[in-house]
């Protein structure tokens, strides 16, 4: 396959997949059900290995391309990161998929899609669950060095703490609780990936100050003209309505949905029929 590689168990029920992007690095993925094409593109520190309910509930509807962002899970990584390698990893998957596909990005995945589509790539449509845009003072916004503290954090050899500091400067998470996180079975999987938090700290450079989402972004947003649906949940913090109040002003073909009673978490039992609706219509 000019594209990449499949890998099969002996039964012929496909397992793990894998693309080759522009670079070199092979990228993870897998491929289930029948019909249009979407791609789930992951916030951050998410992965193949974690439970993804939403794939099921689309998969009798669409082909639902899952796949590990570079330097998680079973995805490779081959430095320099820029953001642009990210985007390439997309288009080999789109290339996989036929030619075209739809994308659904949930959190910083929203922002990696949002720059995938204004970056020219065939994705015919858009749906975004609540990019954690921080454009107003309803929250603290992350610090200006955020990205190097991540960095330096693990160049130093501390992976947890770039982990601590994306749960309390980012997420929002009180440092106490996070103390407690560290010891808990999930920790260490964190930290395997806490080199990629720095990844989705450059796609959201920017736009995490507290101020408006600046004019050279706003322009190249403006430039994707392809059915966008811009989600939020209503029970989110404030931030994330005026977020997705933002984004689709800038966006030329959005429809804002406020999904009632849904906070960043969101149920996928209430995202799915979103979707479907939207991707079918």
Same mark, same amino acid.
Request: proline share 9%; net charge negative.
């Given at each position: 396959?000019?594209?990449?590689?499949? +890998?099969?168990?002996?039964?012929? *029920?496909?397992?793990?997949?894998?693309?080759?992007?522009?670079?070199?690095?092979?990228?993870?993925?897998?491929?289930?059900?029948?019909?249009?094409?979407?791609?789930? /593109?992951?916030?951050?520190?998410?992965?193949?290995?974690?439970?993804?309910?939403?794939?099921?509930?689309?998969?009798?509807?669409?082909?639902?391309?899952?796949?590990?962002?570079?330097?998680?899970?079973?995805?490779?990584?081959?430095?320099?990161?820029? +953001?642009?390698?990210?985007?390439?990893?997309?288009?080999?998957?789109?290339?996989?998929?036929?030619?075209?596909?739809?994308?659904?990005?949930?959190?910083?995945?929203?922002? /990696?899609?949002?720059?995938?589509?204004?970056?020219?790539?065939?994705?015919?449509?858009?749906?975004?669950?609540?990019?954690?845009?921080?454009?107003?003072?309803?929250?603290?916004?992350?610090?200006?060095?955020? /990205?190097?503290?991540?960095?330096?954090?693990?160049?130093?050899?501390?992976?947890?703490?770039?982990?601590?500091?994306?749960?309390?400067?980012?997420?929002?998470?009180?440092?106490?609780?996070?103390?407690?996180?560290?010891?808990?079975?999930?920790?260490?999987?964190?930290?395997?990936?806490?080199?990629?938090?720095?990844?989705?700290?450059?796609?959201?450079?920017?736009?995490?100050?507290?101020?408006?989402?600046?004019?050279?972004?706003?322009?190249?947003?403006?430039?994707?003209?392809?059915?966008?649906?811009?989600?939020?949940?209503?029970?989110?913090?404030?931030?994330?309505?005026?977020?997705?109040?933002?984004?689709?002003? *800038?966006?030329?073909?959005?429809?804002?949905?406020?999904?009632?009673?849904?906070?960043?978490? /969101?149920?996928?039992?209430?995202?799915?029929?979103?979707? +479907?609706?939207?991707?079918?219509?």
């Amino acid at each position: 396959m000019p594209s990449g590689e499949s +890998v099969r168990g002996g039964s012929g *029920v496909m397992t793990t997949e894998f693309v080759t992007s522009k670079d070199g690095t092979r990228i993870a993925f897998d491929r289930t059900g029948e019909g249009p094409p979407v791609i789930l /593109v992951a916030g951050a520190t998410a992965n193949r290995s974690f439970p993804n309910p939403l794939s099921a509930l689309l998969v009798p509807n669409f082909t639902v391309f899952n796949y590990d962002r570079r330097g998680r899970n079973e995805s490779g990584d081959t430095p320099p990161f820029a +953001v642009e390698r990210e985007i390439e990893d997309i288009e080999a998957l789109i290339e996989e998929a036929g030619g075209s596909a739809y994308a659904y990005g949930i959190s910083s995945g929203a922002v /990696v899609a949002l720059e995938a589509a204004a970056s020219g790539l065939a994705i015919t449509k858009l749906a975004l669950y609540e990019a954690p845009l921080i454009l107003d003072g309803s929250r603290p916004p992350v610090p200006a060095d955020y /990205v190097r503290q991540l960095q330096e954090s693990v160049s130093s050899g501390h992976p947890g703490d770039a982990v601590e500091i994306f749960m309390t400067k980012a997420v929002g998470i009180p440092a106490e609780f996070v103390a407690g996180m560290r010891s808990q079975p999930m920790w260490p999987a964190l930290e395997a990936v806490a080199h990629t938090i720095a990844y989705d700290g450059a796609f959201m450079e920017g736009l995490m100050f507290g101020k408006p989402i600046p004019p050279e972004r706003a322009k190249r947003w403006a430039s994707i003209s392809v059915p966008t649906l811009v989600i939020d949940g209503g029970a989110s913090e404030p931030f994330m309505h005026g977020g997705a109040e933002a984004l689709a002003k *800038v966006l030329p073909n959005a429809r804002r949905d406020t999904l009632d009673g849904q906070t960043h978490d /969101v149920n996928p039992e209430v995202l799915a029929p979103v979707l +479907v609706e939207f991707f079918k219509a």
